[in-house]
């Protein structure tokens, strides 16, 4: 069931179990992606990533993402940004949040690489899933989103898994 944003409330449960999330994030129409530093110690070293990461004590997989992007690309995100919400399981089992959230292109100008990584792009989402350095199950969650429905206005893709 989705709360009055229309974000089901599993991803706003601070109790539930989950390791961690990330988000398409569109900024106009282009998604904003990360490379990841090439370490052999880090999964995916040198892939281009969405934004987001693991979960700290006390948060709910919303609290996470936005968390995430703010360390990760210097942009403050709040619920209403968010459109898409969606649980899986990663390859060990565990469950793991995938968000998607549009923002107005003119906020591009203030985006700032954190940390970690090695720089941000904006791509196309086709651009996205045919770069050789994409990450494979983030290319397979890409694809989910855009084959769900319906669509709204502006095209954007407005479903919620289970809570």
């Not at 070293?45 to 969405?50: A, C, H």
Request: hydrophobic share 40%; net charge negative.
């Amino acid at each position: 069931m989705a709360n009055e944003t229309g974000i089901p409330a599993g991803a706003l449960d601070r109790r539930r179990g989950f390791d961690g999330a990330k988000t398409l994030l569109f900024v106009g129409e282009a998604l904003a992606v990360l490379q990841r530093d090439d370490l052999p110690t880090i999964p995916f070293p040198g892939l281009w990533d969405m934004p987001g990461g693991g979960r700290e004590p006390g948060e709910s997989p919303l609290d996470c993402v936005i968390r995430e992007t703010a360390e990760e690309l210097s942009l403050q995100l709040v619920p209403a940004d968010f459109h898409y919400a969606r649980p899986y399981r990663d390859s060990s089992g565990v469950e793991v949040w995938f968000f998607a959230a549009r923002i107005p292109a003119g906020r591009q100008a203030g985006i700032r690489l954190g940390s970690e990584g090695q720089g941000w792009a904006l791509m196309a989402s086709e651009e996205y899933l045919a770069h050789p350095l994409r990450i494979p199950p983030l290319a397979a969650r890409l694809r989910d989103y855009l084959a769900a429905g319906p669509k709204d206005e502006s095209g954007s893709a407005w479903s919620f898994g289970a809570p």
